[in-house]
């Protein structure tokens, strides 16, 4: 043998747990969430992701996903589903809400050496606060001893801090280098937020995070061209579930591997990251909440929300010189390192994950009909031939600029130009650097963004006064609420499991 694997550990010597272990589980154990901005962009990324997890309910395949692994099988003061009838344990609970609210990649964003979805950690985080609620409402500590009655500000706080722990350890470190999914970062911010609620040490929050990145971790071939699947949708949904599952044994006594990142040969460093230590630019804090990407008008990968809303306003020019898409000779597009790497596909489009993680579909469509709905990555939409026409009239090339400012800490642009050239080369460009979306444009967005939760959850229930009620309580006040109360809101009252 030769290489890393050569080399024989022959000393036994545990030693102090990681340095990274350690930070994690003090930040989650010691740090006090005092930001009005981070809570205030909490609330609102609680409503959107729980919007997004109603709106996927609409999808078979989706639906068909969730519920127990037996058939009829109901779990007494278990975790319910918002927008269902379900009621699961905990871990199945967690990746049920996990899946739903990240199938239409709809739900909010974090862009940097890695790429993610911080609100997936809303799966873990909801699904053990609920359970733990109607336990402790049901019988006190006597049937669990950790059980309580969590506050819906102890899921905005827990949300927070999930949020801070994936986005800290993706501004600098890039697991899809080494070919691994970033939901890896789910399963490890959920894990440690989750010990916290379940009662567990800082020395055993160590030993859960430990057992998180000692977890078998996914490859990110499902996300990219030829294997592009649905299993991108409910990869978030598995790695929250599996998380909590985590945090549950380590409960029960197992213990951790304290040196689960740096230990020679064996350690998550040497066999999964080409032996290179995690960088951090910034210690936990609230960073990460406050500065998230909230996806508002368009359900697109999020490097091509700007070349979206381009190709929206291009739409509108066309029509107004008095031509069509059909006028179009050429498109051309301009992007960042990353959308060109992530989204940049040619030849065929398989089914709805694949379309909605190509850059020239998200365009094309727009250009055609002036709209890009969730809809429209169906098969009866994708069928159009003009769709496949225009695509192949359309090139993708990297920004180098885009790409500057999309790593600058003071910008986090996501910026996309669109070109088009008219059969009778008439040249039309829009250039957009960051959309509804982001943080420079939080006051234009929030309303917007409410008005998808309100469009979300009326689409999902039949009955106005439950509407009315989800509205209501929904507020900016909504901290004060019991959780299991709020999630009792979303049951779908007119399903049968």
């Known amino acids: ?20 272990l350690q930070e994690i589980a003090d930040y989650v154990h010691y740090y006090e969430i005092d930001s009005p901005v981070a809570i ?11 919007g997004c997890g109603l709106e996927a309910l609409k999808y078979d395949n989706c639906a068909r996903l969730i ?51 911080p609100s997936d950690n809303l799966g873990g985080i909801l699904a053990v606060a609920d359970w733990l609620s109607r336990t402790y409402r049901a019988s006190g ?24 722990i994936q986005g800290v350890l993706a501004i600098k ?3 899809n280098a080494v070919g691994l999914d970033h939901v890896v970062l789910v399963k490890v911010a959920t894990t440690a937020v989750v010990s916290k609620m379940i ?38 949904g598995d790695a929250g579930s599996r998380a909590v599952n985590l945090a549950l044994i380590v409960q029960k006594g197992e213990a951790g591997l304290p040196s689960v990142l740096t230990a020679k040969t064996w350690g998550f460093y040497d066999v999964l990251f080409k032996g290179k230590p995690f960088k951090f630019q910034r210690p936990y804090g609230s ?45 051309m597009i301009r992007t960042q390192e990353s959308g060109n790497r992530i989204i940049n596909k040619t030849g065929p489009l398989y089914n709805y994950a694949d379309r909605d993680h190509c850059i020239q579909y998200m365009v094309a469509v727009p250009l055609l009909y002036g709209r890009l709905t969730a809809d429209d990555y169906s098969d009866a939409v994708a069928a159009d031939p003009a769709i496949d026409e225009l695509r192949a009239k359309t090139t993708c090339t990297e920004d180098k600029s885009f790409t500057v400012d999309y790593h600058a800490p003071d910008k986090r642009f996501i910026g996309n130009a669109v070109k088009i050239i008219l059969n009778d080369g008439t040249e039309l460009e829009e250039e957009v650097h960051y959309p509804i979306g982001h943080r420079l444009r939080r006051e234009e967005g929030n309303s917007v963004l409410l008005q ?46």
């Open 40 to 50: 205030e962009t909490a609330r609102l990324c609680l409503l959107d992701t729980l």
């Open 452 to 497: 998808k939760f309100e469009r979300h959850v009326r689409g999902r229930f039949a009955d106005g006064q439950q509407v009315q009620s989800i509205l209501e309580k929904s507020h900016k006040n909504i901290g004060e609420l019991d959780v299991d109360e709020y999630v009792d809101l979303y049951v779908k009252k007119d399903e049968i499991c």
């Open 67 to 117: 519920g127990p692994v037996v058939p009829g099988t109901i779990v007494p003061n278990g975790t319910k589903v918002p927008g269902t009838s379900y009621q699961l344990d905990p871990v199945r609970g967690a990746f049920a809400i996990g899946m739903a609210v990240r199938w239409l990649d709809y739900n909010d964003c974090w862009l940097a050496a890695e790429w993610g979805h």
């Open 141 to 164: 500590k006597s049937v669990v001893s950790f059980a309580k009655q969590f506050k819906i500000m102890d899921v905005l706080k827990g949300m927070i801090k999930a949020h801070e």
């Open 199 to 236: 009662g567990l040490s800082r020395d055993q929050t160590i030993d859960a995070v430990s057992q998180a990145w000692v977890d078998g971790q996914s490859l990110r071939t499902y996300r990219h061209a030829p294997n592009t699947g649905s299993r991108k949708s409910w990869a978030a």
């Open 287 to 331: 960073y990460v909440m406050e500065n998230v990407l909230f996806k508002i008008s368009y359900p697109a990968e999020f490097h091509a929300q700007t070349a979206v809303e381009a190709a929206m306003t291009l739409h509108k020019k066309i029509a107004d010189l008095g031509k069509s898409a059909a006028d179009i000779a050429s498109v």
């Open 1 to 20: 043998m030769s290489g890393v694997l050569s080399r024989i550990i022959t000393d036994n010597v545990r030693p102090e747990p990681d340095k990274v």
């Open 173 to 175: 470190n890039s697991f």
